[in-house]
C-alpha cells in the first residue's frame, strides 16, 4: 500500500506505534483488540491482503481493511473465481439485539450468497442457554430479531439455510462424533475451561465445530468460510484440528520407509533431482528406474549448500543434519518419490478398498500405502473419496475470515450493554440520528486547529461509521470523507450531521424491509415458539 494514499481502512490502524496490550482471544469475553497486526504473529492468522488479489470484485469490507485477516481463505476464492462449489457459514448468540456490528457478518453471508455459495446462517441459542444464561422465551425473542435483520438485509433463504442449534438434529450427531475426537485438557488450554465450567458451555463448544462443518455435511466437502471477529478464532483453530483428526487417511511424500517433514522433503527432493537426473514418477514411465539410494543422497547433501530463504536458512540446517541422519539410517534402500497413505482412522475395510483403489504399483504395509507414480493431489482426492464411500466424511479444513471490531461511539469498545455505544438495528431512527449527533470524534478542539492540523480520522467513530456502513458500496464517498477530515477541509459538525441523517435513512429503510421480511419468516421452517424449559448454565 502507498504510503501516500489515505487507506479508508475503517479508522483502526494504529499509527502511535505503542506496544500494544497483550492479546487474548476469549469467545466469551471482552472483544477487544489492541493491535490487529499482533493476531498475525501469535495465533498465525494471515493478513487478508495476501489473498485480496485472488478475489474478484472484492466486497467492500474487504477494500477498506475492515475484513483484516484470514486462515486459506484462498481456497475459496479461488473456488469462487472458478464457479466451483464453496459454502460459508456463520452463527449469531441471541442474547440481546442485532446491532451494527453483527450487519458486517450478516453481510458478508448475503455476499458470498451472492457469488454462489451454500450459505449458512445458525442461531447460537445452545450456546446462548449455557453459556449466558438467557432463558428459552429471551432466546425465542431474540432469535426472531436476528433472522428478520439477516433477511431484511437480502439473505436468500430459498437458496440458503437457517436453523436453530437446538433443532438440528445433524448437527447435534455430528458434535457427537467430534467430540470423541477432543478431550477436556485441551478444552482448558484453548479456552480456560476448569473445574467450574458446566459441562452444557463445552457440549455447546463441541456444538460449534459440528456447525462450522455442517455445510461439508449437506451435500459433500467442499471450501467453507467463516466470516467472524477474531474473538471466534479458537473455535475455527480446533475445528480445523478436529476435521484433520476425522480423516481416515493423512496422505504425505516420501522417497523411502521414513517419514519426512516439509523441509526434509525439500532437500531430499534436491538430491534426488540431482542423482536421479529428472526421473518424473508421474509422467507414467515406472517410476525410479534410477538406482540411487539413499546413502548416494546422504553424501550428496553432505556437500549441499542450502539457499538462504531468510530466516528460514536456520530452520534448513537443521532439517539438513535430521534428513542425513534419516538418509544414513538409510543405506542401501533404494530412493524413490512416492505418495504415502497413512491409515489414521480407517476401518479394515476402508483400508482394504483404498490399497485396491490404487492404479500402478503400489507396496503395501503394515498401517500405510505406498503409491507410485501418482500425484499428491491425486492422492487426496482418491482417500477423500474412499474415505466417503465407507461411511466417513472426509472433511476439508474450514477458512476463515476475521473483521474488525467497531469503536464504542463513546469511545472505547462497542458493547450491547452500553446503549450510547452502539446502535442496534431495531433502534428508532431518530435515536439512531442523536446517537451519532452525540458521538465521540477524531476532531480537533477548535475549529480553527482542525482546519490547521486535520482531523483524526484514523481515531473516529464517526469515520468509522461511514466506511463500516454509511458509505456502503460507495468508496467515492468513504475516501472524500477520509481526506476531506485529515486535510482540515471538513468540520466535525457538518460531518457528524451527514453521519447521522444517513444513519437515519439507513435504519427507517432496514426496519421497513424486516416488516416485509416478516411473511418470509414466518413461510420458512423454524420454531421461534420453542416451548422448551430449563434455567440455563452459569453466566
Ligand atoms: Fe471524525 Fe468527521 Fe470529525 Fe473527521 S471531521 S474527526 S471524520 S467527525
Known sequence: MNE?????????????????EDVALDPWGSASVGDYADLFAEFGIEAFDDVADDVVDPHYLMRRGVIFGHREYDVVAEAMANDEPFAALSGFMPTGDPHIGHKLVFDELIWHQRRGGDVFGLIADLEAHSARGMSWDEIDEHARSYLLSLLALGFDPEEGELYRQSDNRAVQDLGFELG???????????????????????????????????????????PTVIPVGPDQDPHVRLTRDLATRMRYFKVTEAFASF???????????????????????????????????????????????????DAEAVDLEEAKASALDKLRA???????????????????????ALIGAIAGEKRVFEGHVDAFGMTREAAESLAREVEIDHDGFGFRQPSSIYHRFMTGLTGGKMSSSIPASHISLLDDPEDGYDKVRSATTGGRDTAEKQRELGGEADECPVYELYA?????????????????????????????EQAAELMREFLEEHQEKRAEAEELLEDLDIDLDSDRRGTGGEH
Not at 463445552?202 to 466437502?221: F, G, H, K, N
Not at 519426512?260 to 518424473?280: I, N
Open 4 to 20: 501516500d494514499t489515505p487507506r479508508t481502512d475503517g479508522g483502526t490502524e494504529r499509527a502511535d506505534g505503542e506496544p500494544s
Open 468 to 496: 463500516y456502513l454509511l458509505a456502503g458500496d460507495d468508496d467515492g464517498l468513504a475516501t472524500e470523507v477520509y481526506s476531506e477530515c485529515v486535510n482540515g477541509e471538513r468540520l466535525c459538525g457538518g460531518c457528524k
Open 330 to 352: 538409510g543405506g542401501r534402500e533404494p530412493l524413490r518419490p512416492r505418495v504415502r497413505f497413512l491409515d489414521r482412522n480407517a476401518t479394515d475395510e476402508a483400508f482394504e
Open 259 to 309: 517419514e519426512l517433514d516439509d523441509e526434509e522433503r525439500t532437500l531430499v527432493r534436491a538430491a534426488y533431482d540431482a542423482l536421479a537426473g529428472g526421473d518424473d514418477p508421474a509422467s507414467g514411465d515406472e517410476a525410479g528406474d534410477s538406482d540411487v539410494r539413499c546413502e548416494d543422497a546422504a553424501a550428496w547433501l553432505a556437500d549441499y549448500e542450502p539457499p538462504e530463504v
Open 180 to 222: 470423541s475426537k477432543a478431550n477436556f485438557s485441551e478444552f482448558e488450554a484453548i479456552y480456560g475451561f476448569d473445574g467450574e465450567t458446566n459441562i452444557s458451555h463445552m457440549q455447546s463448544v463441541v456444538t460449534q465445530t459440528a456447525d462450522i462443518l455442517y455445510p461439508q455435511l449437506v451435500d459433500e466437502p467442499k
